[in-house]
Each structure stands twice: as C-alpha cells, then as structure tokens.
C-alpha cells in the first residue's frame, strides 16, 4: 500500500511541475524578488526591510495561487478523462488516491516556493552576513499556510467544477485574510441572528492573518514560542480536517 501510495503521489507531483501555471508563478517570483534585492536606492536598513517584504509577499502569493490552481482542477481532471477507474479498479482506497494527488501536488509547489525562499535567504545574507532564526520561521509558516489553502482547495473540489472551486477557495481566503478582530468587532455591534452569523463564520474562515509574520520579520519583532506553537497546531488541525472531509465526500460519491 506504501508503494502504491508513493507511486501515486510521484505522479501527481510529474504532473503538477509539468503545469505552466507553476512555472510562471516561479518565475515571475525570482525576477520579483532577485530586482528587490538589487535596489540600491535607499540605504542598507530600508533596502533589508523592501528585501524581507517583498520576499515574503511573493512566496506566499506564488505558493497560494499555484496550489489553488493545480489542485482545483485535479480531481475534475482525472474523473472527467476516466483516468481515476485504472487505479480505483484496484486495491487502492479512494482516500489514499485523494491524499497523494494532493500531497504530490504541494510537493511540486513547494519546490517552486524552495527556490524563492532561498532566493530571499541568499539576499538576507549578502546584505547582513546572517539570517535570523525569524526569517525561517516565517517562511515555515507561510508554506503552513499554502498546504492549508490547498487542503481547502481540495475539499471544494469534491463538491464543485475547477472553475467555481478556484473562486470559492481565492474567495474565502481573501475573507480569511481579513483581520478576524473586524468580525469579533461587527459582531458584537449586532444583535440576534446576524450576531451568531457573523460568529459562526468567523469560526469556520481560516484564519490566514495568523500565519503572517512578515511584520515581525521586517520590523524584528521577537513571537512567543508558545504562540508560535498555537499556530502551528491550528493549522495542521485545519488542514486536515479539510483534507479528512474531502476522503469522506469523494468515498460517498458516484464516479
């Protein structure tokens, strides 16, 4: 079963690094931050700090849209063009096939997110001959945050087309993205149903503002270990929970 499972996630993982998507996303990054850390227009601490933020936005901005983009069409993809019947026609559970097509394609993005990290910690160190403990953990968090937006991807993709699960996974992580203070805020100036709406979908959006430590690192600002680790198990629960519901949902369908 092992083996099966890996030869599955090294196909999804050919397929995804095949994708132009990917490969433009990459690109585009590179060149994005290599020219930031070229600008010589302001004086070394200014010229670090564009460095960190520009780094940082890429990566997260690539890794998001790519993996939205490779997983929402994936599932559709392979039921559409009768591909998945070989390989459910054996013994292969249909939650194994689901969980490699989306671990195969989060190691394809990031290879790509790979690149830029090291692209950015390559510049941090010929500007400061270091890099900080915080520069890692920033970006470990951020690739937290993309496998969170793929298994959110991949849930939807058991209910809809690639095209409305791309917009409804972009959708809810722009509203994720928001400061959930906003929503406790609005919530508490509403009474009665539109308060436990408003609650309710607090609770259930991701809060992606909280794998954010770009201001941290730009500013080097010190993160509690502990918060650090809240996060952290936050984000895995989240994932795989999404992940879990999309085994369910896709065992019950017809296919």
Wanted: glycine share 6%.
């Amino acid at each position: 079963m092992l083996r099966a499972f890996l030869a599955l996630v090294k196909l999804s993982f050919l397929e995804a690094v095949r994708r132009q998507i990917l490969h433009v996303m990459v690109l585009l990054s590179l060149v994005v931050i290599a020219v930031a850390g070229t600008v010589s227009f302001f004086d070394l601490g200014v010229q670090v700090k564009i460095v960190k933020d520009t780094g940082m936005v890429m990566i997260l901005l690539a890794g998001s849209l790519s993996v939205v983009f490779l997983i929402s069409g994936a599932l559709f993809h392979d039921v559409e063009q009768r591909l998945v019947y070989p390989l459910l026609a054996r013994p292969i559970p249909r939650g194994l096939y689901l969980f490699a097509r989306y671990t195969g394609a989060l190691a394809a993005v990031y290879a790509g997110m790979t690149l830029m990290a090291l692209t950015l910690l390559i510049l941090l160190w010929v500007h400061l001959r270091t890099v900080s403990a915080l520069a890692v953990v920033a970006i470990a968090f951020t690739y937290l945050e993309v496998a969170l937006v793929g298994a959110l991807a991949m849930l939807l993709s058991t209910f809809f087309t690639p095209a409305m699960t791309a917009t409804l996974t972009l959708f809810l992580y722009l509203l994720g993205s928001l400061k959930m203070g906003y929503l406790h805020h609005l919530a508490e100036r509403n009474t009665g149903f539109a308060k436990w709406a408003i609650t309710a979908i607090s609770a259930v959006l991701p809060n992606m503002e909280a794998f954010r430590f770009k201001d941290a690192l730009v500013h080097d600002l010190n993160v509690p270990a502990n918060y650090l680790l809240l996060v952290a198990i936050y984000g895995i629960c989240y994932a795989a929970t999404c992940v879990a519901l999309s085994i369910w949902n896709f065992g019950r369908r017809e296919v």
